[in-house]
């Protein structure tokens, strides 16, 4: 039987007959956790979202609750929100519905996420391609104000915050958090060296800032209703709340899926909610949290310790889809976007399709990033236009080590986890493309295959 | 500059919205973009002007962020998203198709000034891969023969442009 679904977020989400303005939203519930919310204490607030184990849905997955507890009270400056709305990461496509078919969700997620940090401004970045999703947000906000719930003396509470939509224009970059700030003051989005620009610390305008993902913030709502306690109920130990879990590439019903963490595993996500493979076809790989997070193969056996200290051997479809068990296989569940590749799938295609993003997505400042990233492309490149060598495999990974941890953001690793785990996965099929291409020269041979991937 | 009304009133409503005036560069960028199609020189020293900034602090984002830009498209934009889901769902494919119908490679403006081909890098719907945008429509599971119909159609003036 196929895994139930556990539709938190997505409650409403391609439901029939449900709009995305505020009087449907008002009347299946909506801003009533922002009308408990105003008559708590922030700091209750905090604790609740501190106790409820939130972890980020943008990519580190790091406690939300925690965050929080991070930001500079004492400067005395003021303190700003940010909605990261720039799901930019590939494979990535659940804060898009969220914002086209559910943007009061998201409002009333700021708003208490707002009024609990006691913000005194709130930022959404979204992506400059969701045109229409930038529209919708605009318009709810204003109707969202109309009903008082922003604005000036949000329900009579005293309290005042307001919104403001700010667009991205297709950097991938500014999906990182500082380089997001850099990008919202009207810079070019070179992300910040940290420390000392942790945002909570020194963000936006040199203060105070909370950078949340669009799913983490609506997950705030719940929070407020069901309790910390509540909400850690769902899920399990660490891994509390709900993922969505966006599948895309050879499955059969690609889509988005929302699951307590842990109460699916990827075999049962691939086989018995997406409607497995194409038929004749057998699973060869999967890329489980957006493009970054590194591959796992299909045949490959996990074997190690969890966390809380049991071990775990586990083959592919065994993996239960969770933060830490994902962590525990050498990957990460990311920004839940999970690419799957059936057995047509040429590997050093695949990777030089990879390459070519981040080389495209590289902002610059730093040498081995900048230097680095266009090079792996260029050898992928070279690999599938018939020029591979034997030894690419190793001149591929070398630069990969030499990027990752030696530089200012986390793209360095984002761009050589991708690598790395390529040619730790597949080696055999690196060399294999170079003696294949040496063979059809050696036969008079056209020498390059022609590629579907890049 | 010739900026709609409409534009300005836009512009003036923005800008003191943000706690610093050189936070409003990027949506001027996009305001003015969307009001005369690019960004010329005179379009950049505008926004400079307008922001008390220098023109340079325009041109280093303008040619930072990848939709903005320093020249008019064909009278159709059509992206197509080459990133890896779309690719694995046949993106490259859709692509040549397009590329045959309207005698153009991807990355350039037909002859005829007609249409713009691009390739773009995701654009967050890979579950209805391959997606396309013709101007700031977005069109899901294009394959190659909706690719060729679609273009017949921009090619006699009959498809939405988008705008
Ligand atoms: C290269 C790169 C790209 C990122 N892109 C996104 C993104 O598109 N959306 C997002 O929410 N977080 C993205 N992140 C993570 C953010 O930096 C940040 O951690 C996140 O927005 C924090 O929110 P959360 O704690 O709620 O996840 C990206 C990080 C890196 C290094
Ligand atoms: S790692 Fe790359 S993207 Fe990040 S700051 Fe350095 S050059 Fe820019």
């Known amino acids: 039987m196929a895994p139930q679904e556990t539709r938190l977020i997505f409650k409403h989400i391609d439901e029939e007959g449900y709009t995305n303005d505020i009087d449907c939203y008002v009347k299946n519930g909506g801003y009533e956790q922002l009308k408990k919310a105003v008559t708590m204490k922030p700091e209750d607030i905090c604790a609740e979202v501190l106790t409820s184990g939130v972890r980020g849905r943008g990519g580190a997955g790091f406690p939300a609750g925690m965050k929080w507890k991070f930001l500079d009270r004492k400067s005395g400056k003021p303190i700003y929100l940010v909605c990261n709305a720039d799901e930019s990461e590939p494979g990535t496509f659940k804060d898009r519905q969220i914002i086209h078919q559910d943007p009061h969700q998201l409002i009333e997620g700021m708003m208490c996420a707002a009024f609990a940090i006691q913000a005194k401004l709130a930022f959404i970045y979204i992506r400059g391609e969701f045109f229409q999703g930038y529209k919708i947000l605009e318009r709810a906000i204003e109707e969202a104000r109309e ?145 970054s997070a590194k591959i796992l193969r299909a045949d490959e056996r996990f074997t190690g310790k969890l966390k809380d200290g049991t071990e775990f051997d586990w083959g592919i479809e065994d993996i239960p889809m969770d933060f830490d068990s994902l962590m525990a296989v050498g990957s990460m569940s990311g920004s839940g976007g999970v690419i799957v590749m059936d057995d047509t799938t040429d590997m050093v295609e695949a990777l030089a399709n990879i390459n070519y993003f981040y080389a495209h997505e590289s902002c610059g400042q730093c040498t081995p990033c900048r230097e680095g990233v266009p090079w792996m492309r260029k050898v992928t490149q070279r690999m599938v236009d018939g020029e591979a060598r034997e030894e690419d495999a190793d001149l591929l990974k070398s630069i990969a080590d030499q990027i990752a941890g030696r530089t200012i953001c986390a793209f360095g690793e984002a761009a050589s986890w991708p690598v790395q785990s390529f040619i730790a996965k597949f080696k055999d099929e690196f060399v294999e493309k170079a003696k294949e291409q040496a063979a059809r020269r050696k036969e008079g041979q056209e020498v390059a295959k022609e590629t579907t991937l890049i | 500059m010739n900026l709609k009304p409409e534009t300005i009133e836009k512009i003036d409503k923005l800008v003191p919205r943000y706690p610093t005036v050189r936070s409003a560069a990027l949506p001027l960028c996009h305001l003015v973009q969307e009001d005369q199609g690019y960004l010329s020189q005179e379009a950049m020293e505008w926004i400079a002007e307008r922001l008390g900034l220098q023109p340079i602090n325009i041109i280093e984002i303008v040619t930072f962020y990848p939709m903005l830009r320093t020249e008019p498209t064909g009278e159709y934009h059509v992206r197509v998203c080459r990133t890896l889901p779309c690719a694995l769902a046949g993106a490259y494919q859709t692509c040549k198709s397009f590329e045959k119908e309207f005698g153009c490679k991807v990355g350039h403006t037909s002859e005829d000034g007609k249409v713009t081909l691009e390739f773009v890098e995701c654009h967050a719907d890979c579950g209805k891969g391959p997606v396309v945008m013709v101007g700031e429509d977005e069109y899901t599971d294009i394959d190659p023969e909706k690719a060729a119909e679609m273009a017949t159609k921009m090619k006699n003036g009959e498809f939405p442009k988008g705008l």
């Open chain 1, 147 to 291: 009903k008082n719930f922003l604005g000036d003396n949000i329900l009579g509470s005293g309290y005042s915050c307001d919104i403001i939509v700010h667009r991205g224009a297709g950097a991938y970059i500014c999906g990182e958090e500082t380089g997001l700030i850099e990008s919202l003051e009207g810079f070019r989005a070179n992300p910040r060296i940290k420390p000392p620009y942790f945002p909570a610390a020194l963000g936006a305008y040199q203060c105070p800032t909370i950078v949340n993902n669009v799913e983490t913030l609506c997950d705030v709502k719940h929070i407020i209703e069901m309790g910390g306690e509540g909400f850690a109920k769902i899920g399990t130990p660490g891994n509390t709340g709900t993922r969505i879990w966006c599948v895309s590439g050879h499955v059969q019903k690609p889509g988005y899926y929302e699951f307590a963490c842990s109460d699916v595993t990827l075999g049962q996500l691939i086989y018995d909610v997406c409607g497995g493979l194409k038929p004749g076809r057998k699973l060869k790989a999967v890329i489980p949290g957006g493009s």
